[in-house]
């Protein structure tokens, strides 16, 4: 069975920095490339970040570049999202999901919540 | 950037009645995929590739369309299918990935 769980979620101040990790099983990880996907409070979904399988490319949104970074482990099987310079807007609920062109497995999110 | 404009916001349908949500891109794109999302859940991938099934997704639902129009289709409305639905567009330009801002179905 296909998982997908994040942790590394919670409150942080603006301007101070986040780092979120995404635990996969059930499948062969380094075959897969892997994105971030976040939902701001009673909002929709809106992509932040996707890497390829090797992580050799990256791609970001505009409102994230320069201050998110998408990287792995496949090693460990492990997706990351290190957030720096964090802004109020960034307040979301943030899904791990496995594809690049179509997401067809999402973890169960991890909440963040960036607020003085 | 190419923009997914989703049509209604919210709708509601009986049991057994045909419902039809629509997704219009700003530009053209090559296929949509769509996703079901229910409250305090992860989202779904329920339809790809403008109209393959995901597994497990009940064949009362069906997707269609080309260019800069497609639509999610259920043939016979049930309990289960309240949720909100999202489409997707991939591109090779920035932002790669786009959605449209969700249609709420709700049961009568």
């Known amino acids: 069975e296909v998982q997908l769980v994040e942790s590394g979620g919670g409150l942080v101040q603006p301007g101070r920095s986040l780092k979120l990790s995404c635990a996969a099983s059930?499948?062969?990880?380094?075959?897969?490339?892997m994105a971030w996907v976040r939902q701001a409070p009673k909002k929709g979904l809106e992509w932040v970040a996707t890497?390829?399988?090797?992580?050799?490319?990256?791609y970001y949104r505009d409102s994230v570049k320069g201050r998110f970074t998408i990287s792995r482990d496949n090693a460990k099987s492990t997706l990351y999202l290190q957030m720096d310079s964090l802004r109020s807007e960034d307040t979301a609920t943030y899904y791990c999901?496995?594809?690049?062109?179509?997401?067809?497995?999402w973890g169960q999110g991890a909440s963040v919540t960036v607020s003085s | 950037e190419i923009v997914l404009t989703q049509s209604p916001t919210t709708m509601a349908a009986s049991p057994g009645e045909k419902v039809t949500i629509t997704c219009r891109a700003s530009?053209?794109?090559?296929?949509m995929h769509w996703y079901q999302q229910k409250p305090g859940a992860s989202p779904k991938p329920w339809i790809y590739d403008t109209s393959k099934l995901a597994s497990g997704v009940p064949n009362r639902f069906s997707g269609s369309g080309s260019g800069t129009s497609y639509s999610l289709t259920i043939s016979s409305m049930e309990t289960e299918d309240t949720a909100t639905y999202y489409c997707q567009q991939w591109s090779s330009n920035s932002p790669m990935l786009t959605f449209g801002s969700g249609t709420k179905l709700e049961i009568k």
């Open positions: 999901a496995r594809g690049d062109y179509v997401m067809d497995a």
């Open positions: 059930g499948f062969t990880f380094s075959d897969y490339n």
């Open positions: 890497i390829s399988y090797d992580g050799s490319s990256t």
């Open positions: 530009s053209s794109v090559s296929y």
